[in-house]
C-alpha cells in the first residue's frame, strides 16, 4: 500500500486517520453520553476520558486536515446518478470537519466557562482564562451536545452512502478506504 493518494487510491497514511477519527468520535460520544448516567466517582473519570478522547480528537483532526491539504484525496468515483451526489459527498464531508473542529472547541470553552481547568491527559491542567459563569457554561454545553448528535447522524449518512456505495452501485468508493475489502 502506498503512503500517500494516487488519483485513484487512498494511500496509508489517510486511511489511517480515517480509522482513527473514526473509532475517537463514537467514543467520545459514547463516553458523554455514558457520564451523565454514573455515580459521582465513575461521572468524575468518564468527565477525564471524555475530555482526553475530546482532545485526541481534535489532533487527530487537525492531522488530517492536513494530510488533506498536503496530499489531495483521489477524486470520487463516478456513479449513475451523477454529479449531484458528488456534491452532496462534498457537503457532508465539509460538515464533518466543521463539526470535528467545533465540537471538541466548544467542549475546552465549556470547561473554561464553568471556570474549570481543562485537564490534558492527565499530564497537566490549563487553567480557565476566566472567572465561571454557569449559564454560559450551560448554553455552551447544549451546543456541544446538539453538534455532536448532528455529527453522529452525519456520520450515519457517511456510513449509509459508503454502503450504497457498495452493495447497490458496485464501485470501488469503500474498497478504497477499507484495505483488503474485496
Same mark, same amino acid.
Given at each position: ?93 465539509? /460538515? ?9 472547541? &466548544?467542549? +475546552? =470553552?465549556?470547561?473554561?466557562?464553568? *471556570?474549570? !481547568? @481543562? ?20 448554553? /455552551? ?9 448532528? &455529527?453522529? +447522524? =452525519?456520520?450515519?449518512?457517511?456510513? *449509509?452512502? !459508503? @454502503? ?19
Amino acid at each position: 500500500m502506498r503512503i500517500r493518494n494516487s488519483a485513484k487510491a487512498y494511500g496509508a497514511i489517510a486511511i489511517g486517520l480515517h480509522w482513527i477519527v473514526a473509532v475517537l468520535v463514537p467514543a467520545a460520544w459514547l463516553s458523554g453520553q455514558l457520564g451523565e448516567e454514573m455515580s459521582r466517582g465513575s461521572e468524575e473519570l468518564a468527565l477525564f476520558a471524555h475530555v482526553s478522547l475530546g482532545l485526541a480528537m481534535l489532533g487527530v483532526a487537525l492531522a488530517r486536515l492536513a494530510w488533506r491539504l498536503a496530499d489531495p484525496p483521489p477524486a470520487p468515483e463516478a456513479t449513475r446518478f451523477g454529479a449531484w451526489t458528488v456534491h452532496a459527498g462534498e457537503i457532508v464531508h465539509l /460538515l464533518i470537519y466543521g463539526i470535528l473542529f467545533a465540537i471538541p472547541i &466548544l467542549g +475546552i =470553552l465549556t470547561q473554561f466557562a464553568g *471556570g474549570e !481547568a @481543562l485537564p490534558v491527559f492527565g499530564l497537566f491542567e490549563i487553567a480557565s482564562p476566566w472567572a465561571g459563569d454557569r449559564g454560559f457554561a450551560h448554553d /455552551l454545553k447544549e451546543m456541544h451536545e446538539v453538534l455532536a448528535n448532528g &455529527l453522529m +447522524i =452525519l456520520i450515519g449518512l457517511h456510513v *449509509g452512502a !459508503a @454502503l450504497l456505495h457498495h452493495y447497490w452501485l458496485h464501485d470501488r468508493t469503500l474498497k478504497r478506504m477499507v484495505p483488503g475489502l474485496r
